[in-house]
């Protein structure tokens, strides 16, 4: 049998496969994958380096499937090869009963491609179309930082490329020099309700990726001859400076004229339909199959080279004042006031020189996030990674470095993190180690304006705090520091947890409120006075604003306990306990929108059931640009005189 009968007679078994599985769920997207069955086989069967039984060996070359939904071709040629699956200690090969059991709540082959659910052949979560290749680049990252031959392929749909972000990808593989991935551009012409448009089209994707400064390789994608020499190209040129790509003309529902006809987009082939579109595949088969036998036996698999490196051990870090005296910035401590952002930054220098795992990435605002504190070392250059004003594939090739052993920290203003909200949400998704930290935080900005304040933020993030990952732990850490020393230790508390978490820093300056003696951990806040008749919940800036109204609450014979709620999730029995102590009356303060640090402190009481008053102050206008944090924060009804007011109508107290 050649190489060329061989691939078609695997492409439709597996294309069968794909048809028997989504029958069987009654759901899923048969025909999409069936465009992809003879590249799938020549990847799997011939030119990867991989290993089924070790499906997630860091030694070996990788499939993104970007175009998510087409998943169900490489389930079937995952079986048919018996690659292992489940969860780390109980794996075992995928039969073709499990393929029955697709998208069942029971079994790990989900609908989109998940590696927490225990399908370990994949990295990212995928499914949301446009972020693959921006996966694909960040393990490419980690791959060359390791030292390792790896190659990385990336399937996209044409229909998908209209999404910007696969264009940030292309652009960010062509500047770090990623010639080892390879964007497979699976253009079949159609996409979900209509055929793509034009400027999907593989000539115009060609002209574009050429642009681009991509050699590309234009091919038949059910030609297996020519399928093998395009991909071998690339493997000639892995080595080198300039990205390839591969434009393939496919077929959706090919070999099948009933799912070749008709929209089966997302449509399973059933009853008659199905056993219409399994003859006709057999049909094909016996056209382009002249040779008796199978294909089983014809392929041998390339097995991955090298070792794996070992995860590198985290050194001991020293205290913030200990690293600033190593930085010659020992002057700033004995100020008394920094920024929290600034902190950030001498916390990334420390943890690159502590923890070898540690990588950067920020957008283009590395001298305002202070990022630049860690690229501007010399020791450390070499592992942070300028992602350019594209925030979406920053946070995506985060989720790449991460499957990789990485720890990324990723920076950019807190509002631009709103761009990417999608992409964190699948990295949170794929179990991503992701540190996100968004600087120029809330209201206290300022001269700005709104278009560069973050203030629905603490909203959503406050949201994945609310639900456990697939670790058992809280979906998403959010951390407010208030000073600098709370900025450095959250930063080294954040490298240290395994999962998510986003914390936000601040332009400003603000004053110092605690030393080297306290201790910051995630899920925790700080007491920093201790009342009887009021209970202050701040976090952030406004734990300042509201420390200047203590003095003033106390002329008015009101004794108030100040909590600086720096994480979400917290302790809410040990808040709790303080509310109780402070006759059940809250009044929580937050430079930004709702839904972020008082709607979480309502939930504790409601689920406490206890009887307490609580009044929130946050953002209820939009603002507008101002000359002083002062000016927006009285613009806004968040200055502390405001603080002050609610104070006293909440406990009928006149104000002095």
Known sequence: MSFEAAVHAKAIVLDKLSLD??????????????????????????????????????????????????????????????????????????????LKLLRAAA???DGHPNPMEGFPFFDAATGSLGQGLSVAAGLALAARADGLDRRFYCIIGDGES???????????????????????FNCNGAGQSDKVSPQQSADTLTRKLEAAGYEVGVIDGHDPD?????????????????????????????????VMSGNWHGKPATGESLAKAKAELDERRVQLVRSIGAAEGFFKLKSPAGHAPARAEA???PSFTEAMRRYDMASVVQKGTWATRKAYGVALRTLGHSNPNVVVLDADVKNSTFAETFSKDADLADRYFECRIAEQNMFSAAAGLSAAGKIPFCSTFAKFVTRAYDQIEMAINSGANLKIVGSHAGISLAADGPSQMAMPDVAWFRSLATMKDHRGNPGCYLLQPSDAFAAYALTMAMAEYEGACYMRTLR????????????????????????????????????HEANKCLDALDKAGIDATLVDLYSIPFDAEKLLDLANANNGMILTVEDNYGGGIGSAVADA????????????????????????????????????????????????VAEL
Not at 37 to 53: A, C, S
Not at 607 to 634: C, N
């Open 107 to 109: 079994c790990e082959l």
């Open 508 to 543: 400003n300056d603000t004053e110092f409120l605690y030393d080297d003696s306290t201790v910051f951990n995630l899920g925790g806040f700080e007491v920093l006075t201790k009342g009887r008749d009021l209970l202050i919940v701040a976090s952030g800036y406004m734990v």
């Open 605 to 652: 009481l409601t689920e406490d059931g206890g009887s307490f008053t609580l009044e929130q102050m946050f953002v209820r206008r939009i603002p507008k640009s101002a000359r002083t944090a002062d000016e927006v924060l009285k613009m806004c009804g968040l200055h502390a005189t405001d603080i002050v007011q609610s104070a006293c109508r909440m406990l009928q």
């Open 315 to 317: 050194g001991d870090t």
């Open 162 to 184: 209209r999404e910007g972000q696969i264009w940030e990808a292309i652009d960010f593989i062509a500047d770090h020099r990623l010639a080892n991935v390879c964007p497979i």
């Open 226 to 258: 020519a399928i093998r020499r395009s991909l071998e190209r690339f493997a000639e040129r892995a080595g080198g400076d300039k990205p390839t790509a591969i434009v393939a003309r496919t077929v959706k529902g090919w070999g099948s004229a009933t």
């Open 21 to 98: 599985m989504t029958a069987a769920a009654g759901s899923g997207h048969p025909s999409s994958a069936m465009s992809l069955g003879h590249i799938v086989t020549v990847l799997m069967y011939d030119v990867m380096r991989w290993d089924p039984k070790n499906p997630g060996d860091r030694r070996s070359d990788r499939l993104v499937l970007s175009e998510g939904h087409a998943v169900p071709i490489i389930y079937a040629a995952f079986a048919d090869l018996g690659g292992y699956f489940g969860k780390p200690g109980n794996l075992r090969p995928v039969t073709v009963d499990d």
